[in-house]
């Protein structure tokens, strides 16, 4: 009589099989039997088959079969969060197994600023040096995650830290200094006369800590302007458009504003600026970034950097905090 009871024990511990936890966690999802059978692809009695299974293995009902309807049991709403967890690990971990043995299909998610003004006019040089590489992109200020959302890498903005399982390389130091056309140049030759001109604000930093703003430059500059008046924007491309449009003059970020100023749409006439404590930075999975695609896409960044080095070599920059309160 024991080693029956021993029996039964090891059963009731043994997990079901795989089929009858997925028939559950569809039916639980759907609540619905009927669209469960025709998601899984399987008829109603069959997946009525799988559900009893479980319920016979787990020893307790897990739905109330009601005349047209089913509700979970509480034994059902125990289990249902951990199984739809559990699937949910399973799918992401089975895409990024298939993820590894694909080198032509490159995910990349970077903030909508940086794919606007860094991405998506330059992306096409990528294709044209690696057309076996399909590249993908979304545009998010959302941090995705490596294994659910199936990004290889992340350009991210922010202070360096380590983020366990990733593998962080910082870009070019990034600072901020006042960008115009040339036209709006010549009307306002000096850093004294900015106190005239519309300014421009991108609040997307205004998230750190000094705060690099107008307020900080003017007093880098030993000036006491009124720096609150202005338009104010929240998307770092729509401060450097506004400029570009010459409605006013802006901070501009240098991985935001660098490709308009080599090409002289926009001038940086008073050759002061503000280093950042933050920059972006190349994300992956820690171990990816020797995947030849992956490589292959952070050198061309790292190349793309380099081109419009001359633009920072011709500024004078001071660091955030050495600018006075």
């Not at 787990?58 to 049991?73: C, D, I, K, Q, S």
């Not at 125990?78 to 694909?102: C, D, H, M, V, Y």
Request: net charge negative.
């Amino acid at each position: 009589m024991s080693s029956v009871k021993v029996y039964l024990t090891e059963m009731q511990d043994r997990l079901p099989p795989l089929t009858a936890l997925r028939a559950f966690e569809a039916a639980a999802r759907h609540m619905s039997f009927a669209m469960a059978a025709d998601e899984l692809h399987v008829t109603p009695a069959a997946l009525s088959f799988q559900i009893k299974s479980l319920e016979e293995h787990l020893g307790t009902p897990v739905f109330l079969r009601l005349n047209r309807a089913v509700e979970l049991t509480e034994a059902g709403r125990t289990l249902q969060p951990g199984i739809k967890e559990g699937f949910q690990s399973l799918n992401a971990a089975w895409r990024a197994a298939q993820r590894i043995g694909n080198e032509t299909t490159l995910m990349v998610t970077a903030g909508p600023a940086f794919t606007a003004k860094w991405l998506a006019p330059r992306f096409f040089e990528f294709a044209r040096a690696h057309p076996e590489i399909d590249l993908r992109f979304t545009a998010t200020l959302r941090a995705l995650d490596f294994g659910r959302d199936e990004v290889d890498v992340a350009i991210r903005f922010g202070m360096d830290k380590k983020e366990p399982g990733l593998v962080s390389f910082p870009l070019e130091t990034e600072w901020v200094t006042p960008v115009m056309t040339p036209e709006m140049a010549e009307r306002f030759p000096t850093p004294q006369s900015l106190k005239h001109a519309t300014l421009v604000h991108d609040d997307s930093i205004a998230f750190l800590s000094p705060q690099t703003d107008w307020a900080a430059w003017f007093r880098m500059m030993g000036l006491n302007i009124d720096a609150t008046h202005g338009p104010r924007f929240t998307g770092a491309d729509h401060a450097v458009d506004a400029a570009l449009a010459g409605a006013g003059v802006t901070l501009g970020r240098r991985a935001l504003a660098v490709k308009d100023i080599h090409e002289g749409r926009l001038v940086t006439p008073f050759r002061r600026a503000i280093e950042l404590q933050a920059r972006f930075r190349f994300v992956c999975r820690e171990g990816a970034e020797n995947r030849p695609h992956i490589a292959a896409f952070h050198q061309w960044i790292l190349d793309e950097i380099a081109k419009m080095s001359n633009v920072t070599e011709s500024l004078t920059l001071t660091h955030i905090e050495d600018v006075p309160a």
